[in-house]
């Protein structure tokens, strides 16, 4: 598996930005999708998850914030981000897993000006 993250950037406070991941290789082996970000000084942490069973779950900061989604058509899972807080800032990174192994994208930069 595969996992390419695109679409980070800088942004102000109260604004959007939506963050994608095209997803290749053993596509079926794949259990859930998710975010993952880290901030500077902090340990990764879970943003959401997409289950195959199409189940979300959302990290209590994020949750009427942000919206996570899948593109069958397209092999991507997107992450909309919107009423961005400085607090959001961080590396964002797209994860995959499977029955026993986990995948990781290379990280996307997020900031977000007050």
């Known amino acids: 598996v595969q996992l390419q993250a695109s679409g980070g950037g800088l942004v102000q406070a109260g604004g959007s930005l939506r963050l994608s991941c095209a997803v290749s290789g053993s596509i079926s082996r794949i259990v859930t999708m998710g975010w993952y970000r880290q901030a500077p000084g902090n340990q990764r942490e879970l943003v959401a998850v997409?289950?195959?069973?199409?189940?979300?779950n959302y990290a209590d900061s994020v949750k009427g914030r942000f919206t996570i989604s899948r593109d069958n058509a397209k092999n991507t899972v997107d992450l909309q981000m919107s009423s961005l807080e400085p607090e959001d800032t961080g590396v964002y990174y797209c994860n995959a897993g499977t029955l026993g192994v986990t995948y990781w994208g290379q990280g996307t930069q997020v900031t977000v000006s007050s």
């Open positions: 997409l289950a195959r069973t199409g189940r979300t």
